[in-house]
Structures are given as C-alpha cells and as structure tokens.
C-alpha cells in the first residue's frame, strides 16, 4: 500500500541554523505534497505544499525541494527561530484517491 | 469565516462502548477526512466524505464507520472500543477533497479505559 517515511524523527537545532526534514513516498503517481505544522496542543496547520509538476518552491524562510526520480521531498527551514519549534508532517496524495498519508512526524526543537 | 469545529472535546469511554464524534467543516467545503492521530503513528487516514458519499477509506477494521450528511457535516461512529482506540481524531475540511489544503479541526480527544 502507500506510505510515506519521514526522517527525522526529532531534530534540535540552534536558533538561527537550518532545519531539514525529508520524505519519502511510495506510489509514484503521488502529485501533492503538502507540510503541516502541528503546535503542541494545537491543530495541524499548513506551511507550505508543492505539485509534482515544480521543483522547489519557497516562502519566505521555508522552502520544499521535490524529487520525482527517487520519489522524496524535503522541507528546509532557515534562520531558525523558538517560534518554529512543533511537529512538522509531511504528506502525499495523488489526483483521484481523496487520500492523504502522512508521515509519522518531525519533532523540530529550536534552542534559543 | 469560522473555522473547523468538532464535538466533544473530550470523551472517555470504556472498554465494549460505542462512540459518534462530529466534524462541522468550513462553510462551502464539502469534503470531510477524517484522521486518527496517535503518539508515533502520526495521522492515520480513516476516511473521506463528499456529498454524503465515501469516496476512500483507510485500512481500519469496521468498527469504525462515518457519514455525511446534507449540510457537509460528518460524524463518526466507533462501536465496540478498544483500549487501542485511544487517539486524538482530527477531521479536516476542503472545497472538493483533490489536492488542496485541508483545514484541520481541534481535534476530539478519545481515552478508552
């Protein structure tokens, strides 16, 4: 069946250096790509999200890379800040299925 | 516009019971997913409505079941609980379900004792 891997699972980085989270998808046909943040407590929210049919794209600090050759994509946050400290999920859908899997989640801990 | 809203908050349940948790979308989204979401397991795909049709559903034994109705809200039913049921589920609203953002609820947080 599909699945979605996401590495790391926590990751601690000092305030001001970058954060990079990888996926890994199965179902070649996947075409959407979305990272939520999920704030303790709080309900997941998304950052950003790209298609199949772009590379890269970027919003302000966060960008995320995709790579359909070896079916993985990447979420890169730069000049880290406390604020960003939460659970980052990556997920992958394809067109049709009206099924999202997400991975099993990033515990991103900023240090100031 | 107000965002995802879910009833109860909070439930415990025991073990052998039945629960029905709602989901209100935002208004104009017609799709409703629903998740299970559980320390390490992150978010598990139970299903997804549309129009009051299920168009997919994840791979969970048939305790659990759900529906939609009319007005876009869903509800979903788990009978005969489990102490492994335990999970915060989390439903999520979009205008058509394809690949678009999904608004997430606050979740409604289940302990089976």
């Known amino acids: 069946g599909e699945n979605v891997e996401q590495h790391p699972s926590t990751l601690s980085v000092q305030e001001g250096d970058s954060a990079v989270i990888k996926c890994t998808y199965s179902d070649s046909a996947s075409n959407y790509f979305p990272w939520y943040k999920q704030e303790l407590g709080k309900r997941p929210q998304l950052i950003i999200d790209i298609r199949s049919n772009v590379g890269e794209k970027k919003d302000q600090r966060i960008a995320v890379t995709l790579n359909k050759t070896a079916k993985h994509f990447s979420l890169h946050i730069t000049e880290t800040q406390p604020e960003d400290s939460a659970v980052y999920f990556c997920?992958?859908?394809?067109?049709?299925?009206?099924?999202?899997?997400f991975g099993t989640g990033t515990r991103l801990k900023v240090l100031a | 516009k107000a965002g995802v809203t879910q009833t109860p908050r909070y439930l415990i349940k025991t073990r052998g019971q039945q629960v029905t948790l709602s989901c209100s979308p935002i208004s104009g989204h017609r799709s409703v997913s629903w998740y299970q979401q559980t320390p390490g397991q992150g978010l598990q795909f139970l299903f997804e409505y549309f129009s009051e049709t299920q168009r997919n559903k994840g791979n969970f034994p048939g305790r659990f079941s759900g529906r939609q109705f009319s007005n876009s809200r869903s509800e979903m039913n788990v009978s005969t609980l489990e102490l492994g049921d335990s999970a915060l589920y989390l439903c999520?609203?979009?205008?058509?379900?394809?690949?678009?953002?999904?608004?997430f609820g606050p979740g409604t947080r289940l302990l089976v004792l």
């Open positions: 999520a609203s979009s205008l058509t379900g394809r690949e678009e953002t999904q608004y």
């Open positions: 997920a992958a859908t394809t067109s049709g299925t009206y099924k999202y899997i």
